[in-house]
């Protein structure tokens, strides 16, 4: 079954990091291309990183030098580090990708389940 799952999230002091992870399953060949949002409560849903197809990657202003988003094509897995945390970067953090199918290299679009980081002292 195609799917992406989420993990790495969890409950860290402000000024900590935390690395998510969000990995494709095996009916997938390659992950072209991927964001991070991010939704907390009373928030509109926020693109916090996006990785394009050509490696080129945007952040949102609040988390610009401190989050980095990658792939690692041989794991079929994108990452989201998180360095510096404070404690407006609490969230649920929500991969998305796009993704290059094993059958019949078909191109689909897939959510994860999200993954709740909070930080706090």
């Known amino acids: 079954q195609v799917q992406l799952v989420e993990s790495g999230g969890g409950l860290v002091q402000p000024g900590g990091s935390l690395t998510l992870s969000c990995a494709a399953s095996?009916?997938?060949?390659?992950?072209?291309?991927a964001s991070w949002y991010r939704q907390g409560p009373g928030k509109e849903r926020e693109l916090v990183a996006k990785?394009?197809?050509?490696?080129?990657?945007t952040y949102t202003t609040s988390v610009e030098g401190r989050f980095t988003i990658s792939r690692d094509s041989a794991k079929k897995t994108v990452y989201l580090q998180m360095n510096s945390l404070e404690n407006e970067d609490t969230d649920v953090y929500l991969c998305?990708?796009?993704?290059?199918?094993?059958?019949?290299?078909?191109?689909?679009?897939?959510w994860g389940q999200g993954t709740q980081v909070t930080v706090s002292s």
């Open positions: 998305y990708a796009i993704l290059i199918l094993a059958d019949r290299g078909g191109i689909k679009s897939y």
């Open positions: 095996q009916r997938v060949d390659m992950i072209y291309g």
């Open positions: 990785l394009t197809n050509d490696g080129t990657t």
